[in-house]
């Protein structure tokens, strides 16, 4: 039998695992086949946490960069605060007004316009005021310098580069401060105080240099050709035109003592009491002396006598008649808006005032003429659909309604309505522009005549009448008609937006335009299209008093015992201050209880204002005389209740209700009010006042025939022309400045807040 055969396995190479070895070794080591699916996953993963990672950078990045935009926000906010201070501390005036001009202790003035809207921006607030500097830090300027070189080259009195003089930096103790915002810029325009240089300056008739010859004038070099600028734009100097109309001295440097009146300060309409000659028998000229046609020892143009004041219904001016009936007695007899000027408001600070039913009112800047209280819902943000409504008739739905800075997109007050848009370069019936006052960079312009502008002058041996610088004319800037004003066009300041866009490039001038803007000042006498002589100006300047930008708010506000608290000037009138209390009228369509004439003041004291409005103040608080809660207009309406400062009635007791002072005129009161439409009047501003204006001429001796006679208050007569007191007679204890301000986005605010005691100043 043969032997039963056995199968030898077949042996692998020892490297060649079997298949059951090849899942034995697979279960060990974890090792399988990557799927598709697998595959995707795993790379939305990676691609997931590379944007985390692209997002968390990103957001690093973007936390640096606004904290770099906080930071210099920061900076420029400590910076201004360092400069505001500074000048405020040193604010050199008396607060309890009025101020006697020998006192040389200059001047303080805050002008309000409208209330701050809901959002608490306020852009229209002003300061201005004389400072002394902080030790060790000086203001300085320019002076363009008295250098009597040789005229050299040719043409019509250029003169070559190294002939030219040219500004030198000057240092003062004392200056001019005037702070204001426009177009989201802060600007500080600095004039200094420094009367002994006055034979230092270059003397200037009409922009024209009197150093060499009458068609020479100052300039700026761009690649050796003169560009004409202003003797303005070369001098910081706090200066004005002489009143003696004198050539050869044109301009004045102010004192202290000059800026307590209004009348000197910078960019105010200007007043010249000598226009005639005695010698010639007072024919047009000048004699160095204040005119006095009539003979009854007073100045025949006052500084406190305003245009249309001798054609008031409301007898003001008692000076006896004037003798004489030539041309120029005649111009002494009515003088006009050329001659004067109080009470001194620059003409040009904003484009329309707010709408009232009569100007006899007192106007002043708003946002708008007329609020849009819009229809809810609205269908377009950009378009609101609603009504119009005013200060005077719409209460808190205007004062609920206005906006300070509207920004085109995501604004939680109602923006302007494109309804209104600006057509043909004509002013739109929302929009507005606030300017406030004149940069240094458009007082470059030659056009800008002031201070080297007399009202009247000689030239080639006959007197000429110029009349109120350009600029600071009221004829010129405002019309009055149906009783409202209307701004006209040239005297304006250039527009902070181009609507019709007839400049071309548009960014030569503003960088940033002005969302809203009506355009008014298009055809302004500082304007200029490329290619001009303003064009030259404009790329060769830069902003030099610029010192803070994305500015949203400058508002000022007043310490009032009445609140024990900050408020705007005229907060009676702020109907929202009344709520929840409706007191005093304060319904939405209640009418602001000061604004036609102040029912609730009768002339000796009235009732007291009790605040909150439903409780009683325990010491009684009298609006007029203590608090800043009315309108201070000046010069005042006749329901205003206001009376002769120097001679005021001790029997008067309102407007139609007195015992005559003078019996022989019953029908003088003493209230100086003045109810004409026409009238430029100044409305909401504190001002330290001038003691000229408080205690005018009140006493004189006639001509009549057989001999003069006196009159006045101590002859039984009314006095010669009428005293005013200040705007608000209640000292000014403190002031809380807030400054506003965006980053570059726009997306986040910081705000700068600034409380000044005045007390040891009262």
């Known amino acids: 039998m043969l032997a039963k055969r056995h199968r030898q396995p077949t042996r692998l190479p020892a490297n060649r695992p079997g298949p059951r070895t090849q899942r034995t070794a697979d279960r060990r080591t974890g090792r399988r086949g990557i799927t598709l699916v697998e595959m995707l996953v795993t790379v939305a993963v990676l691609v997931i946490m590379m944007t985390i990672i692209v997002q968390i950078f990103q957001a690093a990045t973007g936390s640096v960069t606004a904290a770099q935009a906080f930071a210099q926000i920061d900076d420029q906010l400590r910076r201004v605060d360092t400069i505001l201070r500074g000048d405020l501390g040193g604010a050199t005036a008396q607060f309890t007004p009025p101020m006697d001009p020998l006192q040389n202790r200059g001047y303080f003035e805050l002008g309000e316009n409208e209330f701050a809207d809901n959002q608490g921006e306020d852009s229209d607030d002003y300061l201005r005021f004389t400072a002394k500097a902080p030790v060790g830090r000086p203001f300085t300027g320019r002076l363009w310098v008295n250098y009597f070189a040789a005229p050299g080259g040719t043409g019509g009195g250029y003169l070559n580069l190294s002939n030219q003089p040219q500004p030198i930096t000057i240092t003062s103790e004392y200056a001019e401060v005037i702070y204001f915002v426009r177009n989201g810029n802060l600007y500080r325009r600095v004039f200094l105080i420094v009367p002994e240089m006055q034979s230092a300056i270059r003397q200037a008739l009409n922009n024209f240099d009197l150093g060499y010859q009458s068609n020479y004038y100052p ?91 001798l054609s008031s219904s409301n007898p003001l001016v008692f000076a006896p008649p004037f003798a004489g ?47 849009i209280v819009p229809t809810v819902p609205t269908s377009n943000p950009l378009s609101p659909s609603g009504s119009l409504v005013g200060f005077e008739t719409g209460g808190l739905n205007y004062l609920n309604n206005i906006n300070h800075n ?83 066009s040239t005297h304006l300041l250039p527009p902070m937006a181009d609507p019709t866009n007839s400049f071309g490039d548009f960014s030569i001038f503003r960088q940033v335009q002005q969302p809203f803007s009506d355009g008014l000042g298009a055809n302004s006498m500082l304007w200029g299209a490329p290619g001009t002589n303003n064009f030259s100006i404009w790329s060769q300047s830069w902003e030099d008093d610029l010192i803070l930008t994305n500015v949203r708010s400058f508002d000022v506000k007043v310490y009032d015992i009445a609140l024990a608290n900050y408020a705007d000037l005229g907060w009676g009138d702020d109907l929202r201050l009344y709520q929840p209390y409706l007191a005093m009228g304060g319904t939405t369509s209640a009418t602001p209880p000061y604004i036609h004439g ?48 120097q001679n005021p009635n001790p029997y008067y007791y309102g407007y139609n209700n007195y015992v005559p002072q003078y019996p022989a005129i019953p029908s003088y009161s003493s209230n100086i009010g003045d109810d004409n439409p026409a009238l430029v009047r100044l409305r909401r501003v504190w001002d330290s006042w001038s003691l000229e204006y408080s205690n005018a001429p009140a006493t004189g001796v006639t001509a009549a025939t057989g001999g003069g006679f006196p009159v006045g208050p101590f002859n039984g007569s009314p006095p010669v022309y009428p005293s005013y007191p200040a705007p608000y007679p209640a000292p000014l204890r403190g002031i809380q400045i807030q400054i506003r301000v965006t980053d570059p986005t726009n997306q986040r605010i910081k705000s700068l807040t600034i409380r000044q005691d005045f007390t040891d100043k009262l």
């Open 219 to 309: 300039s700026i070099f761009s690649g050796g050709a003169p560009t004409q600028v202003s003797w303005l734009g070369m001098n910081d100097l706090s200066a004005r035109p002489s009143s003696t109309g004198n050539s050869a001295y044109a301009i004045v440097l102010n004192t202290l003592g000059d800026l307590t009146q209004r009348e000197n300060r910078a960019f105010m309409p200007r007043s010249c009491t000598d226009f005639l000659s005695a010698s010639s028998g007072y024919s047009l000229g000048q004699d160095g002396i204040p005119d006095d046609v009539n003979g009854d020892n007073n100045p025949d143009l006052y500084p406190s006598l305003y245009p249309q004041i």
């Open 406 to 488: 509207p920004i085109e997109v995501g604004d939680n007050l109602p923006v302007p309505s494109t309804e209104w848009s600006v057509s043909g370069g004509n002013a739109s019936s929302t929009w507005q522009t606030w300017w406030g006052f004149p940069t240094w960079r458009e007082t470059l312009s030659p056009n800008w005549m002031d201070p080297t502008w007399p009202l009247i002058h000689t030239v080639g041996g006959k007197p000429q009448v110029q009349g109120q610088p350009p600029g600071l004319d009221y004829a010129g800037t405002m019309n009055v008609a149906n009783g409202q004003v209307y701004p006209t």
């Open 325 to 371: 009936t030539t041309g120029a007695q005649v111009m002494a007899q009515n003088p006009g808006f050329q001659y004067l000027a109080f009470p001194y408001v620059y003409p040009g600070a904003y484009s329309q005032p707010q709408k009232l039913s009569s100007s006899a009112y007192g106007w002043i800047h708003s946002p708008s003429p007329e609020a």
């Open 598 to 645: 102040n029912a609730y003041i009768p002339a000796m004291g009235g009732v007291a204002i009790a605040w909150p409005p439903i409780n009683s103040p325990t010491t009684p608080v009298y609006p007029l005389f203590q608090t800043f809660a009315h309108e201070g207009r000046m010069p005042p309406l006749v329901e205003d209740n206001r009376r002769d400062y």
